[in-house]
């Protein structure tokens, strides 16, 4: 198609101008996100810059600071190894081996991701009050968040091409050592982005570890913010957060390597052969049976028994219905906006790579990791001090999300346009359509499952948002989050039951969609 | 996908239009900063609004966050009215010159002793300090006598508190006024030791009854409305009152204000009046938070140990500082 519009004019085609010139607004409009993005992480440099070095330094070496940094530091080191071994485990036993209703049980380890973390710790401390400290800790965290883990190691494991451990076999290494020297190192990409994941989201975390009382840099964040709004220790206790966080984007980057496993050649990967278990089966359907007892029993069975315990005097369905349509509103208006700032990047990382578009990419991933608290803590201080107009308007909550979750966005956005062909573009604008319109008509349009995925998840994330919300939210907001916040602070299980049983039935078709989006990204 | 889009947008705005609109229509009526325990604060919005028509939207919050929150808003602050638990957070606000000053008819409504000498706020409601025990690992004769007593080594590991709210930072702010700095920070230091921190004083209680601790200083009040629900979480709790013009003692007057960059001071002095008044009063007596009436010749909850036998040490709530508080506990360790 570009050859037949050279042949009919020659000199530097219109359409190619043009669509140049499309292409340097879009560029243009990506850069703009990602600076508007770096906002949180300058504010940050810019309050240690105004508060002192002599008062930074006093606040950032003092004890306290060391007991949350050892909390952080042994909830990550000892969570995510535990997360990771059950994953492994329970992804090769429902992927590779004869395993009993290896479907079912392979949505049974999805499944807990549809319930907030905060409401699977709500459902163990009522059934185990006295649970408290760090191996509290690592219990809920493992419950809640392995599913992040498992989900890329089951989807690796299904692509695995057979022949390599065949090879293996065949040069005579028994079955362990096989899994270890040729298995593991193929899963070690999604281990390592799972394990990403999951980290961040244990520096994120505040509700799970108030209600089993282990203090984190995150809780401790909120505690200063509820007794000082704004304070220099907050910031400075946000400032150690950041770099938590850079030190696990830094640790990913590290372990991941360069390395690459993958076919040489032309020819498909023959199926892959399913391990017999034998007499081992019952003993390894216990793995699975006991997670989801504990991932999912736990849950319902106290959620139950609240709302039974409850009547029907829990169901206020005014104050109900209110927190349901604020949040619906805020989940869908947050998502539209995150995906319309995440197209521009999106398509320049598809259409028109570049160092420059790699490193602006990169601020957005950055500043999509760093926990909400830190987030709306800079915004709060920012909108109070600079730009009062835009204080706890719906407009601030709303660019909070979309910094938050614009990474969401961004990766499915990025993976259907890059299965939208170019020349219908091209095509488009050699039929006369001016570029952002040829844009519209054709790959805009073909993004849109991948943009209704990314809003999926990004409205998700939203639904499921806590401190961000309470920090931000404009007067008179009450989401179903801060609702079950605020009975389940008051000892008041039964009221909250209503919230969380809500808040999972949302987030059950989103967890749907990823379960089938996995599925489908192994090809099957 | 196109009327996916359309449908998409469709339902943005319904429920936009839905959300939106009230939230808007709502701005005609007062903006409510509420530190009070939510249930009291919606009671109390609800017989205002049914008297006189004036709509009242609530921001729900802690007390510190909303003392820092309108001193950082300043004069753009979007909040007519303040209600706190606690009298440190109205004496920040108070500091920073925020308030207009209380009606006269409001103030007279409330007895000196339970307002600031200053009549910038007004005492809305007040609460006890109590040391909640387990009454199944203290006998009386165990109890601490003074809440300093706590600081010996004697209690390490055996009492609890919850730090990082405003109950207790108003507690330790008593103590400071009636001890000074060093007295306070050593006290602090001692706690930090001694102590586990729980979040939120019905946790606090709660672990006491089931036990994990042996007390711990929290208000009076929760114990009675577990009490009037089920008990759950006070079976086995007993409740000690330090007495004696101890600082454990220390009474803490939830205040109301109006803050003087209000848009509709005439509504918001009517609902500071409402509050204070018969019918606000009323909702203390019979409704279930159990905090203590401070209207004059208002009684409380027959179920309560009568203000006036609490024995409280003499505190003006203007002189609590919560910001000195704030930055000892941080001192400290506790936060």
């Given at each position: 198609?570009?050859?037949?519009?050279?042949l009919?004019r020659?000199?530097l085609?219109?359409a190619a101008?043009?669509?140049?010139?499309?292409?340097?607004w879009?560029?243009?409009?990506?850069a703009l996100?990602?600076?508007?993005?770096?906002?949180?992480l300058?504010f940050?440099?810019?309050?240690?810059?105004?508060?002192?070095?002599?008062?930074v330094l006093?606040?950032i070496?003092?004890?306290?600071?060391?007991?949350?940094?050892?909390?952080?530091?042994?909830l990550?080191?000892?969570s995510?190894p535990?997360a990771?071994?059950?994953s492994?485990?329970l992804a090769w036993?429902?992927?590779r081996?004869?395993?009993?209703?290896?479907?079912?049980?392979?949505?049974?380890s999805?499944?807990?991701?549809?319930i907030?973390?905060f409401?699977?710790?709500y459902?163990?401390?009522?059934l185990?009050?006295g649970l408290h400290?760090l191996?509290a800790?690592?219990?809920?965290s493992v419950?809640a968040?392995?599913?992040f883990?498992?989900?890329?190691?089951?989807?690796?494991?299904r692509r695995?091409?057979p022949?390599?451990?065949?090879?293996?076999a065949?040069?005579?290494l028994?079955?362990w050592r096989?899994?270890a020297r040729?298995?593991?190192?193929q899963?070690?990409?999604?281990?390592?982005?799972?394990?990403?994941?999951?980290?961040?989201h244990?520096?994120?975390?505040?509700?799970l570890f108030?209600?089993?009382?282990?203090?984190?840099?995150?809780?401790?964040?909120?505690?200063?913010?509820?007794?000082?709004?704004?304070?220099p220790?907050?910031n400075m206790?946000?400032?150690?957060?950041?770099?938590?966080?850079?030190?696990?984007?830094?640790v990913?980057?590290?372990v991941?390597?360069?390395?690459?496993?993958?076919?040489?050649?032309?020819?498909?990967?023959?199926?892959?052969q399913?391990?017999?278990?034998?007499?081992?089966?019952?003993?390894?359907?216990?793995?699975?049976?006991?997670?989801?007892?504990l991932t999912l029993g736990?849950?319902f069975?106290t959620?139950g028994?609240w709302?039974?315990?409850?009547g029907?005097?829990i169901w206020?369905w005014?104050e109900?219905?209110?927190?349901?349509?604020?949040?619906?509103f805020l989940?869908?208006a947050?998502?539209?906006?995150a995906t319309?700032?995440?197209m521009p990047?999106a398509?320049i990382?598809i259409r028109a790579?570049?160092?420059l578009q790699?490193?602006?990419?990169?601020?957005?991933?950055?500043v999509g990791?760093l926990p909400?608290?830190?987030?709306?803590?800079?915004?709060?201080?920012?909108t109070v001090?600079?730009?009062?107009?835009l204080?706890?308007?719906l407009?601030?909550i709303?660019?909070?999300y979309?910094?938050?979750?614009?990474p969401?966005?961004?990766?499915?956005?990025?993976?259907?346009i890059?299965q939208?062909?170019?020349?219908l573009?091209?095509?488009?604008?050699?039929?006369?359509?001016?570029?952002?319109?040829?844009?519209?008509?054709?790959?805009?349009?073909?993004?849109?499952?991948?943009?209704?995925?990314g809003?999926?998840?990004?409205?998700?994330?939203?639904t499921?948002?806590?401190t961000?919300?309470q920090m931000?939210?404009p007067?008179?907001t009450?989401?179903?989050?801060m609702?079950f916040?605020?009975?389940?602070?008051e000892?008041?299980y039964?009221?909250?039951a209503p919230?969380?049983?809500?808040?999972?039935?949302?987030?059950?078709?989103?967890t749907?969609?990823?379960?089938?989006?996995?599925?489908?990204m192994?090809?099957? | 996908?196109?009327?996916a889009?359309?449908?998409?947008a469709?339902?943005?705005?319904?429920?936009?239009?839905?959300v939106?609109?009230?939230?808007l229509?709502?701005?005609?009526?007062?903006?409510?900063?509420?530190?009070?325990?939510?249930s009291?604060?919606?009671?109390?919005?609800?017989g205002?609004?049914?008297?006189?028509?004036i709509?009242?939207?609530?921001r729900?919050?802690?007390?510190?966050?909303?003392?820092?929150q309108?001193?950082?808003?300043?004069a753009?602050?979007?909040?007519?009215?303040?209600?706190?638990e606690?009298?440190?957070?109205?004496?920040?606000v108070?500091a920073?010159?925020?308030f207009?000053p209380?009606?006269?008819?409001t103030?007279a409504?409330?007895?000196?002793?339970?307002?600031p000498s200053?009549?910038k706020w007004?005492?809305?409601?007040?609460?006890?300090?109590v040391?909640?025990y387990?009454?199944?690992?203290l006998?009386e004769?165990?109890?601490?006598?003074s809440?300093?007593?706590?600081?010996?080594?004697s209690?390490?590991?055996?009492?609890a508190?919850s730090p990082s709210g405003a109950?207790f930072q108003a507690?330790?702010?008593a103590?400071?006024e009636l001890k000074g700095e060093?007295?306070?920070?050593?006290?602090l230091?001692?706690m930090?030791?001694?102590?586990?921190?729980?979040?939120?004083?019905?946790t606090v209680?709660?672990?006491?009854n089931?036990?994990?601790i042996?007390g711990?200083v929290?208000?009076?009040y929760y114990?009675?409305?577990d009490?009037?629900?089920?008990?759950e979480?006070?079976k086995?709790v007993?409740l000690?009152?330090?007495?004696?013009?101890?600082?454990?003692a220390?009474?803490?007057?939830?205040?109301?204000?109006?803050?003087?960059s209000?848009k509709?001071?005439?509504?918001?002095?009517?609902?500071?009046?409402w509050?204070?008044g018969?019918?606000?009063?009323?909702?203390l007596k019979?409704?279930t938070?159990y905090?203590?009436?401070?209207?004059?010749?208002?009684?409380?909850?027959?179920?309560?140990?009568p203000?006036t036998?609490?024995?409280?040490?003499?505190v003006?709530?203007?002189?609590?500082?919560s910001k000195k508080?704030?930055?000892?506990?941080?001192?400290?360790g506790?936060?």
């Amino acid at each position: 198609m570009a050859s037949a519009i050279h042949l009919t004019r020659p000199g530097l085609p219109a359409a190619a101008r043009q669509s140049r010139r499309s292409a340097s607004w879009i560029t243009l409009a990506a850069a703009l996100v990602s600076l508007i993005a770096l906002l949180p992480l300058a504010f940050i440099v810019w309050t240690a810059i105004q508060t002192g070095w002599g008062t930074v330094l006093a606040l950032i070496f003092r004890p306290r600071v060391g007991e949350l940094l050892v909390n952080t530091i042994l909830l990550v080191v000892v969570s995510v190894p535990v997360a990771i071994v059950l994953s492994v485990a329970l992804a090769w036993l429902i992927e590779r081996s004869d395993l009993p209703g290896n479907r079912l049980w392979s949505w049974l380890s999805v499944a807990p991701l549809a319930i907030p973390a905060f409401v699977h710790s709500y459902a163990w401390i009522s059934l185990v009050p006295g649970l408290h400290g760090l191996w509290a800790g690592v219990l809920v965290s493992v419950i809640a968040y392995f599913p992040f883990l498992y989900l890329p190691i089951a989807a690796a494991l299904r692509r695995l091409d057979p022949a390599l451990e065949d090879a293996a076999a065949a040069l005579g290494l028994g079955p362990w050592r096989v899994f270890a020297r040729v298995v593991l190192p193929q899963l070690r990409l999604a281990i390592c982005g799972g394990s990403l994941l999951v980290g961040l989201h244990l520096l994120a975390e505040y509700g799970l570890f108030v209600f089993i009382r282990f203090d984190t840099f995150t809780t401790a964040i909120v505690d200063q913010f509820q007794s000082t709004f704004n304070g220099p220790a907050a910031n400075m206790l946000a400032a150690v957060l950041v770099a938590c966080c850079f030190v696990l984007l830094a640790v990913e980057v590290v372990v991941r390597g360069e390395e690459r496993y993958a076919r040489v050649g032309s020819g498909a990967a023959r199926q892959q052969q399913r391990v017999r278990l034998g007499h081992a089966t019952l003993p390894c359907l216990l793995l699975p049976a006991i997670t989801a007892l504990l991932t999912l029993g736990v849950p319902f069975v106290t959620v139950g028994r609240w709302l039974l315990a409850g009547g029907a005097d829990i169901w206020r369905w005014d104050e109900i219905g209110l927190a349901l349509g604020q949040t619906l509103f805020l989940a869908i208006a947050g998502a539209l906006l995150a995906t319309v700032a995440a197209m521009p990047m999106a398509w320049i990382s598809i259409r028109a790579p570049s160092p420059l578009q790699r490193l602006l990419e990169s601020c957005n991933y950055i500043v999509g990791s760093l926990p909400g608290v830190v987030i709306a803590l800079a915004l709060v201080t920012i909108t109070v001090r600079i730009a009062l107009p835009l204080y706890q308007t719906l407009f601030t909550i709303l660019f909070g999300y979309a910094l938050m979750f614009l990474p969401r966005a961004l990766v499915s956005l990025r993976a259907s346009i890059a299965q939208a062909p170019v020349e219908l573009e091209r095509a488009a604008s050699s039929l006369g359509r001016p570029p952002l319109r040829a844009l519209w008509a054709t790959t805009i349009r073909l993004s849109a499952p991948g943009a209704a995925a990314g809003m999926a998840m990004v409205a998700l994330g939203i639904t499921n948002e806590l401190t961000a919300t309470q920090m931000l939210a404009p007067n008179g907001t009450r989401t179903l989050a801060m609702a079950f916040w605020s009975y389940s602070g008051e000892i008041d299980y039964a009221s909250a039951a209503p919230y969380a049983l809500i808040m999972v039935a949302m987030s059950l078709p989103m967890t749907l969609m990823l379960y089938v989006q996995s599925k489908r990204m192994a090809g099957r | 996908m196109k009327y996916a889009l359309s449908t998409l947008a469709g339902a943005v705005a319904l429920t936009a239009s839905l959300v939106v609109a009230p939230a808007l229509a709502e701005n005609a009526g007062i903006i409510v900063y509420n530190a009070q325990h939510e249930s009291l604060a919606k009671e109390w919005a609800k017989g205002f609004t049914k008297e006189t028509g004036i709509k009242v939207t609530l921001r729900n919050g802690g007390d510190s966050d909303f003392s820092n929150q309108i001193v950082a808003e300043g004069a753009a602050s979007p909040a007519d009215v303040f209600l706190t638990e606690n009298s440190p957070a109205m004496a920040l606000v108070e500091a920073a010159g925020l308030f207009a000053p209380v009606d006269a008819d409001t103030l007279a409504q409330v007895p000196q002793e339970y307002q600031p000498s200053s009549g910038k706020w007004v005492g809305v409601a007040a609460r006890s300090t109590v040391f909640a025990y387990n009454k199944d690992k203290l006998k009386e004769d165990q109890l601490p006598k003074s809440l300093l007593d706590l600081a010996d080594p004697s209690w390490k590991g055996r009492w609890a508190a919850s730090p990082s709210g405003a109950d207790f930072q108003a507690i330790v702010s008593a103590l400071l006024e009636l001890k000074g700095e060093a007295a306070t920070a050593d006290w602090l230091k001692a706690m930090k030791e001694n102590s586990t921190a729980y979040k939120g004083n019905s946790t606090v209680m709660k672990a006491v009854n089931a036990g994990e601790i042996d007390g711990g200083v929290i208000y009076h009040y929760y114990y009675f409305g577990d009490q009037a629900k089920t008990g759950e979480n006070s079976k086995s709790v007993g409740l000690h009152y330090f007495k004696n013009q101890d600082p454990g003692a220390f009474v803490s007057i939830s205040g109301g204000g109006v803050l003087a960059s209000s848009k509709h001071p005439k509504e918001a002095q009517a609902f500071l009046k409402w509050v204070t008044g018969k019918g606000g009063q009323e909702v203390l007596k019979t409704g279930t938070s159990y905090e203590y009436a401070v209207g004059k010749g208002e009684e409380s909850n027959p179920k309560l140990v009568p203000l006036t036998d609490l024995q409280a040490p003499k505190v003006d709530p203007v002189k609590l500082n919560s910001k000195k508080v704030i930055d000892l506990m941080t001192q400290a360790g506790l936060l």
